[in-house]
Every structure is written in C-alpha cells, then in structure tokens.
T-cell receptor, first 113, second 115 residues
Framework: DQQVKQNSPSLSVQEGRISILNCDYTNSMFDYFLWYKKYPAEGPTFLISISSIKDKNEDGRFTVFLNKSAKHLSLHIVPSQPGDSAVYFCAARGIQGAQKLVFGQGTRLTINP | DTEVTQTPKHLVMGMTNKKSLKCEQHMGHRAMYWYKQKAKKPPELMFVYSYEKLSINESVPSRFSPECPNSSLLNLHLHALQPEDSALYLC??????????????FGPGTRLTVL
C-alpha cells in the first residue's frame, strides 16, 4: 500500500520556466510534508517543508502548496535552473510515527537549456 | 556543522564477511536513522535511534545489527548478507523531539555490493 505517490516518474522543463512537481497521499494522519532533492551518488538534500495547518510555504525559488481536501501537494520551482536537474522525493510524516518518513517514488526533473 | 558523514563510501563484501558502516553527525541531533535505497526506488526506513535507544526497527533481518555508541555516532554491523542486500545505505539525523516536526539531514550514503 503506497501511501505517498508521485505519479510522474520524469519531467522535462525549459530553463527559466516553472517546474511543477506533484505528490498525492492517502493517509489523513500525515501532518508534515517535505521535499527532498537527490543527485546521483549523493544523499537526499532537504529543500522545503510544510505543516498540515498551512496551505503554502515559500523559500526563495521554491514554493510548496498543500491541498488537504484533495490530499495533494505540489512543489513549484521558479525560475528553473540547470542545477535543479535531479530526482525530487516527496515525503510525509504521520502523527503516530513521529520519526518515520514515508517517501514517494520520486520524480526525475530535467532542466533543458 | 550541518553535515552527516558516512564511511566507507563504497563497500564490496562476500556473503560470509562481517563489516560495519559508520555514520557521524555533530549537529546535536538526538535522532539518527538508517535507510536502505535500491536503484530507482525511494529510501526505505530500517532503524531509528532516539536518545541512543532503538525506537523503531522496521522488521529488518537480524543480519543487520545497528548500534548507537553515543549521540553523535551510529553504526550498522553487517553479517552473512545476501546479494539482494546490495543497495545504497543512507544515514540521517534530526532533532528528536516527539510530536514536533523537523527535517532529517542525510549523509551521502555507502554503496554496498554483496557478492
């Protein structure tokens, strides 16, 4: 049972345009969501997070939107840069499993010059 | 220092060998984690230590044995592994206050190959 889903395995965006990565979840007990970026042969790097009591969080070029009724979150990157090319993982934390993150399958983002 | 370090970067071992993976952080975090990541898959949680005590074991086979000697160090002892255990092993740490969300910081991982 996959509780966190990233249905797009890959996404290609032109440099300077907006990248939108999507994530859906099924467990209504999740209260905290995170996005991680991963380059090959490196560990995931934390990007941005959002609590379930908010619907938007912004940090520079990165904005995460949360729609609790739809159990959907998205990561917007504006403007997209070549260095943004990486695999992006969505992760969620449940109240009961406070230290346990559940990861989505990841989306490979490619920024084309 | 916001870094989690892991050694070795690469490890090749036979099925009868005993080896250990090491993880270190100096951010004062009191929760430390081991994850396993296979190619094209998300990280899967194996173990969580909170205040040097094992708090979560995700039904990991006993051939993997974690150890937390102190608040900065986390080891994963490996014995009698199988070829299907070949993967990237990631260590992470976070502030350990239950109920208050905090991000996990990951190390670069150890690429393990079991022959």
């Amino acid at each position: 049972d996959q509780q966190v889903k990233q249905n797009s395995p890959s996404l290609s965006v032109q440099e300077g345009r907006i990248s939108i990565l999507n994530c859906d979840y099924t467990n209504s007990m999740f209260d905290y969501f995170l996005w991680y970026k991963k380059y090959p042969a490196e560990g995931p790097t934390f990007l941005i997070s959002i609590s379930s009591i908010k619907d938007k969080n912004e940090d520079g070029r990165f904005t995460v939107f949360l729609n609790k009724s739809a159990k959907h979150l998205s990561l917007h990157i504006v403007p997209s840069q070549p260095g943004d090319s990486a695999v992006y993982f969505c992760a969620a934390r449940g109240i009961q499993g406070a230290q346990k993150l559940v990861f989505g399958q990841g989306t490979r983002l490619t920024i084309n010059p | 220092d916001t870094e989690v370090t892991q050694t070795p970067k690469h490890l090749v071992m036979g099925m009868t060998n005993k080896k250990s993976l090491k993880c270190e952080q100096h951010m004062g975090h009191r929760a430390m984690y081991w994850y396993k990541q296979k190619a094209k898959k998300p990280p899967e949680l194996m173990f969580v230590y909170s205040y040097e005590k094992l708090s979560i074991n995700e039904s990991v086979p006993s051939r993997f044995s974690p150890e937390c000697p102190n608040s900065s160090l986390l080891n994963l002892h490996l014995h009698a592994l199988q070829p299907e255990d070949s993967a990237l092993y990631l260590c992470a740490s976070s502030q350990a206050v239950f109920g208050r969300p905090s991000e996990q910081f990951f190390g670069p991982g150890t690429r393990l190959t079991v022959l």
